[in-house]
Every structure is written in C-alpha cells, then in structure tokens.
C-alpha cells in the first residue's frame, strides 16, 4: 500500500514537471511519402519543394483556403498601369543569415526563377522585376497578364547577399541552380520562414528549427521539427498509430476509417485539384475522331461508381477540369453516367459492333491508377470496345505517353498556376512543338476556337470576363467529349488530435506548418 | 594453393565485369532519369538539353566504357538524387544494412542450432514436431507481411517496439553510424532484424537438423556410442562438429542472399540502409546509383564465395586438387 502511494506520488510529480516542461514550445514529428530533393527552391517545381518553400522560405503573398491572396512579405499590392504590378513589401523581415530583407531580394529571385529550367516556363510572361524603393517592387509583364498573383504565390524571396560571390568548394558561383551535383544553394540555405534547417541527412531526416526572429510573431508554437519521410504507406500509418511521429501525409485509402476511428488522433480530407483524365487518340483512331463515339464512352464511364467503389468515397467524381474554387469551375457540368444512352450514341456512330483499341496507363502515379483503369477497360466493354490494356511504373510511363504507344492514355494533371487555363494550354490546345503548348495532349484535340479562347484568358485582367471566359472553354470540352475525365483525388492529413491540423491545410496540399499549433 | 587463390580472384572479376555490364544493359528500361529531375512543365527541348548535359546520349559503349575506366579510379559516378559521389551514398548506407543483417545472422545462428540439434536427437518429442512444423509457416510467409505483422503486433497494438527507422545512433570511427550502442538504437533493431531472420531461420534448423541427424547414423558415431561414451559428448562434441562444416559453407553464400532480401525489410521499416535505397533509386531512375549498387552487392556475393571457397580449400583438401586438372 504504501509503496503505491509512493509510486503514484513520484508519478504525479514527474508528469507535472514533464507538462511544465511542454507547455509553449513544441516538437512536431513529420512523416510525408518523400522528402524535398534539395535545399534550393529553384531545383525542381514540385509539390515536395513547395512544400519545403513554405516552411523555410515565405512567400510575398499566398492563398488562403477560400482562394484569395493573403499578405505575407508584400503587406499591400496594386496594380500601376496594365503590366505593372506594385508590391509594398514588409520592413522588418530578416533572412536566416541576419540579412535585412530588401526590394532587391525580391529582383534577385526573380532573375534566378527566370533561369531555372522549371520555372522559366511559368515566368516567361513577365521582363522582370524593379526596385522602386529599398521595399516597394514593381513585377513586370510583357503584355497585360491575368495571373500575377497567382505567381507572386510562387516568389519566395531569397537572401541576395547570402546567394552571391563564389562557392569556394566548387569554385562556382553561389546562386548556381544545379540538378545533379553539389551546389552551394542545393546544401545551404538563407530564407525569411519560421524554420531553419538545423540538420539534414537526405532521405533519413531533416530537422527544422524555429527561426527566433521570425518576423510574424503571430503564428505558431512548433519549435523544432523532426521530418522524416516514410515511403511505405502501412508503414507511415503504424507510425502515427504507434505514437512514434504526430503528423503525417499523405493517409492511404485504405487506413483512412482505422484512423479516423482511433482516439487521439485526427483525420483531415479535402477535395484536391488533381484532375484524373483519359486522352482518345484521334490521330490514331479515326473512331475517336468521331465526337459521338467520344461521348458514348464518357456516358459509359461510371464516375461515380468508381469514386465509391475502388477509391472508396476518397475521391470527387469529376466533369470538367476545373474543380470547384477555381475560376473556371462551371457548376452546370455535371457527370453522365447512361450506357442505354451509350449504346444509342455508338449505333448512331455506325459502331454499333464496336471496335478493338489499346490504352496505357501508370500503376504506380496516381492513386489506384491501375484499379481504375481496368474498371475503364471493362466499362467499355459492355458498349462493345475491346480495349487491350498496358500498365506500368511512372518511371517508364511518360516516355510512353509522350510517344503516343497507344489510343487511349491516361493522365492526371495540377495546374502549377492554380487555374483553369493552365489545363486548357496543356492538355487541350492544339499541340505545337514551336510554342510547347499542348505538350500533354495525346488526345490530339484540337479546336482553334478552345485555343483562341485560353490565350484571350491569359491576358484578361478583369476577373468576371475572365471566369466566363474559362467556364465557356469548360463547357465546349464537356459537349465535345474532348477528353474522358474522372475524378478529382482528395487529399488528406491525419495527426494527433491536440493540434489545428485543419487550419494549416490548403487544396494546393502546402501545410503552413509555420501556423502549426499544438495543444 | 597459390595458384587456387589467384584462380578464384580471376574468376572473381570476370563475375564482376559481367554484372556490371548487366547492370548497366538493364539501366535504360527503368525509364529516364530526367523525368524524375524535372517537373512536368519542362519542356521536351530542355530535357533533351539536360540529357545531353548528363551524357546520356551517348551511344552505350561510350557510357560503359567511361564507366569502367571511372570506376577503376574508384570513381562509380554521381547520384542524381543525393547530388554526391555513389561511392559515398552507398557507403553512408552500408552501416545500416551491414548492422541489420549482423543482428539477423545472430538470430539464425542462436535459435536455428539448438532447435535443429533438438529436433535431430529427438525427432519424435512434441517440441520437434512443433520446432518442424512452425518452420514451413515460417518458409511460406513473405518477409513483407511478417514485417507488417510485427509493427502491428509490437508496436501499434502493443507500442513495446518503436515502428520505423534507426533510432539513435553513435558515430563510429568518423564514417559508421552504429545503433549498436544505444537502448534506442537496439529497440529500433529488434523487429528489424526478427523479419529479416525469418527467411533464413527455417532452412538453417532444417539444414542442423538433417546434417545431425545424417551424422549420427555414421560409423564412428555408432563406434562412440558401442564405447560406451556419454551422450552428451557424443552429441555436441563428435556429431555436432561435423555437422557444422556443411552449415558454414552454406550459411556464407546465405549472407550474400540476406543482404539482397535487406531490400524487402528495409523498405518496411524505412530503415536507411542499402536495400530501401535501392528501391528508391529504382523509382527516381536515379541509375548511377542503381547499378552501383548491382555492383557492390555483386562484389560481396562474390568476396563471400571466394572466401568460402578459400576456407573450403584449407579444410578440404580433394577440392584444390581437382581445381589443379
């Protein structure tokens, strides 16, 4: 008796020393499928890296949950005449290194985005940027562009004076952006977020420690982070169900009711951005030149079918490109789901015995991509096309894809600017090797008016014309069964259950882990 | 002898040549490492630049050709994805996995001996049959779900076990990252190694088993048991010995075997060792590392055999002299 009295005593005091101990500072275990392949933002455009950007690096404005900007290192912003763009930026900001943040920095970035091999593509629209005082910039466009804020979204302004002079270790400058080798900006870093990385052995574990003079104090109380990438799904879930991390993503389909359902923990989904299509192949096939066999096939896909029975409720079945918040979101596109219809539609073709094609797809990009498409194959079926299915590692795939293998192609496209027009110009215009637009359209759709349409888009500033502008191109796909689209993949989170997981998760699928609180 | 050795170490590097020449033939079908660099917006014309760059057109003996003469100066080439020398990766890599496959080798031997002399000197007890008969269970179940089943078991269910990873580890010599020395590294080790273990167990209890059981039907056995000799010393001291030769042999080919099966336990347990890099580098197409790691694995099955056909030479003399005609 005496000794439980003891015991319980001792332990009342250690838990209390231990919650004393807790309350204010945090340590967050991460775990995510993969970790970010470099310490320089400009290396790869990728969601692992923007990831990274968002807790080392910050942005001059990003997107709140609703879809609008929301100040981060630009406090205000307006626009000067057509193709200027004026950002007011933040005065009291310092870079990891003790730099002070200036306008300059902001030019700086911008002439290296301009240069690495992913984000030139994204940044063509615009000569550059100019320093009109030490912290008001101007952001520059060729011609009248519509999707300025949607890029400031991707400048995280980097440490000029740290960036500049030559590495001594490779004799090379030190804002070169290198793939495959060392680059002193591939191991080195120098940003203004709430985290600096302490520690990092690639592909084991990186550790973030909170930056002390952070220049938003209003955010949260997560320390240090412990990131580790788990590649193994069971594996990263027995983690967080084992209480060995707190944090992890993404949830496997499969776990996602064991987690919701286990105590103390969290589960957050969302509808993302991702659209999973099918490409017909008219050059290949004159049947898929027809549009009334196209639409014979998308009545024969069931959508919702396979969103509640192989992605088990963990997708959006989808119409259109567009998910909902996007600006070329058209509310009155709905999924067709009617095989009498289908049958009618290929008799009317003169298919009504139908015919024999080939389709590829990936088993290991997106998520059950091979389970989905051999639910397509034996969809077609029942409206007589025999399709002879392929499917292989993403690794092989693309070079496949690019050539054009097959008639029916599987692909699942983010739009990197987070808007409609993005889909259009690469998977719906007509392909044109000069200006690389429809670089992904193995479908060969090609209609000069969608085409007008998209490049009217990009240069209207006025946000209502431009949605119209979108939702109409939406529209003409949808009737034209350009392409055979299938869902949208949900996203999700799980962690313990004493943080505000939901208000740091976004559709683009960038935690502000910097907001993190912990209870 | 001499000459037997110097035989072997030919042999061993035409072995060697030829996997890498395997390795580097197959290094294309696992799809182009540029795709992997990039991001899906690039452009066809810059990743054709980058490729160039990289030396990647290059017609296939060129790219061999300068991969050997790299690699007789030591160097095997760069790793896209860790952008460091492969030789460096892999030797980051290798504590890990040499590590595991230790605590692994450990296991087989402690259980598989006394469980197979059991089930040799009483075949018809209870606890032979359940030893025998647990062992098929144990041969027919894939790593992969023994490995799911213990995190689940030891670690979710029970949380004894800490799921993944390494742990805390000691810097060893200024290159060897041990989890040998800490509580928590030899926590993270135990479902690792057990997994692991469990391909090999079996096969060694039965190879024990039956060795044993082949010895004690031999004459000089029955002769020590007709002197009247003490079981015991009959057992481990005259039949235990022999049954050992056979299992050594086979039991130094089976650790090159254990560290290719790494690849499936490390993958699990996102333990940081050669295997689950190798399967990673096999995703990204990151190939330089993809083959160096064919080649250094190669080089251990091939170091092990040659050792062991070394050893055997020296304790069985009839295998020189047929080597010699």
Known sequence: ?????????????????????????????????????????????????????????????????????????????????????????????????????????????????????????????????????????????????????????????????????????????????????????????????????????????????????????NTGNVNEIIFTPIAEAPTRVAALLSGDVDFIMPVPPADLNRVEKTKGLKLVTMSGSRIITFQLNQKRRAEFANPKVRLAMDYAYNNDGVVKKIMKGFATAAAQNSPKGYQGYNPALQPRYDLAKAKELMKEAGYANGFECTMIAPNNRYVNDEKIAQAFVSMMSKIGIKISLKTMPKAQYWDQFDAQVADIQMIGWHSDTEDSANFFEYLYMCPDKETGRGQYNSGNYCNKEVDALTLQSNTETDIAKRSAILQDIEKTLYEDAAYIPLHWQNLSWASKDNMNTEAIVNVMNFPYFGDLVIK | MFAFTVRRILQAIVVMLVISFIGFAIKHNFGDPVRELVGERVTPEERAQIRERLGLNDPFLVQYSRFLVDALHGDLGRSFFFKRPVTEVILSKAPATLELVFCASLIVILLSVPAGIHAAIYPRRLLSRFIMGSSIVGVSIPVFLTAIMLIYIFSVELGWLPSFGRGETVLLFGFWESGLLTKDGLLHLIMPSVALSSIMLPLFIRLVRSEMMEVLESEYVKFAWAKGLQPRRVWYVHAFKNTLLPVITVGGVQLGIMVAFTILTETVFQWQGMGSMFIESVSRADTALMVSYIVVVGAIFVVVNTMVDLIYGLVNPTVRVAGRQ
Request: glycine content about 6%; charged content about 25%; aromatic content about 12%.
């Open chain 1, 1 to 217: 008796m005496k000794t439980s009295v003891k015991r319980i005593v001792l332990l009342t005091a250690v838990l209390v020393l231990a919650l004393a101990g807790m309350s204010g500072a945090a340590t967050l275990k991460l775990a995510m499928d993969a970790d970010p392949v470099s310490l320089d933002p400009h290396v790869q455009l990728s969601g692992g890296m923007l990831q990274y950007s968002h807790m080392v690096f910050d942005p001059l404005v990003r997107w709140t949950p609703e879809g609008d900007f929301e100040p981060r290192l630009a406090v205000k912003w307006e626009m000067v005449n057509d193709t200027t763009t004026r950002f007011f930026l933040r005065k009291d900001v310092k870079f990891h290194s003790g730099n002070m943040f200036t306008a300059d920095d902001v030019v700086f970035t911008l002439e290296r985005l301009k240069k690495s091999d992913d984000y030139k593509g994204l940044f063509e629209y615009f000569t550059g940027a100019k320093a009109v005082d030490s912290h008001t910039v101007d952001l520059i466009t060729k011609e009248p562009y519509g999707l300025v804020m949607a890029m400031a979204t991707y400048i995280f302004p980097m440490d000029k004076a740290f960036y500049s002079g030559t590495d001594p270790q490779n004799s090379k400058p030190k804002d070169l952006i290198i793939k495959t080798d060392y680059s002193f900006a591939n191991f080195n870093e120098s940003g203004t977020g709430p985290f600096k990385v302490t520690q990092r052995e690639q592909g084991v574990k990186t550790t973030f420690t909170r930056f002390a003079d952070y220049w938003d104090k």
